[in-house]
């Protein structure tokens, strides 16, 4: 755990059983995950899960990233590990995607893990708006991409990770001018008009 989790943070739990269920509440609090770049560090993790029967709820849990809060909300019913519905869902404002020496990439979240359907993968909905941004664009990162791979090919990135890798995408990624770029070749603004398709194993990026 020390691989995704800083040793900071307290845990707290009022739990009971009833009914031949969970009862109560869990709560995890002042928590950090590990550097991650380009994303950065999540910190002031807060997640309080209130159970009732199969129901777990989000209450009050948010984390900050680079400096802007990241709110969770939602709840999901769980039979077991295989058998478990959710809609989850992820808001943000003018946070920090990514922050590098190439690029400094903003954007408004509202998010949503979903599944109704326990026969079928979760489905990560929602809307990217990007905002507020600077891209150092170098041409020769553009030259030989490999299309077979997903991560040196848009969106950049995937995620082989059993059994997320297999969850569905279906987010609207946009922006009207929405970032700077400066390059030896190219100086000017960009909007994006594209959707983010496929699973988080093989992503897809389409649109303008």
């Not at 848009?154 to 997320?164: C, E, H, I, N, R």
């Amino acid at each position: 755990w020390r691989e995704f989790l800083q040793p900071v943070g307290t845990l707290g739990a009022d739990l009971r059983i009833e009914q031949g269920g969970w009862r109560g509440w869990v709560e995890v609090a002042e928590a950090a995950m590990q550097p991650r770049e380009p994303l950065g560090t999540l910190r002031d993790i807060t997640v309080r899960l209130a159970l009732d029967g199969q129901t777990v709820r989000f209450e009050r849990s948010g984390a900050m990233l680079n400096g802007q809060p990241i709110a969770i909300s939602g709840g999901l019913t769980v039979a077991d590990l295989e058998s478990w519905t959710a809609e989850v869902r992820v808001a943000a404002t003018n946070l920090t995607l990514v922050r590098s020496t190439d690029a400094m990439l903003r954007a408004d979240l509202d998010l949503a893990l979903v599944r109704t359907n326990t026969e079928a993968p979760p489905r990560i909905d929602g809307v990217v708006t990007l905002r507020n941004s600077v891209v150092m664009l170098d041409v020769r990162n553009f030259v030989g991409v490999n299309l077979e791979r997903p991560d040196p090919r848009p969106p950049y990135f995937s995620v082989d990770a059993d059994p997320v890798g297999d969850w569905n995408l279906n987010v609207a990624v946009r922006g009207n001018r929405f970032a700077r770029v400066l390059s030896p070749a190219f100086r000017g603004t960009v909007s994006a008009e594209t959707r983010l398709l496929g699973t988080l194993r093989h992503p897809r990026l389409l649109g303008e």
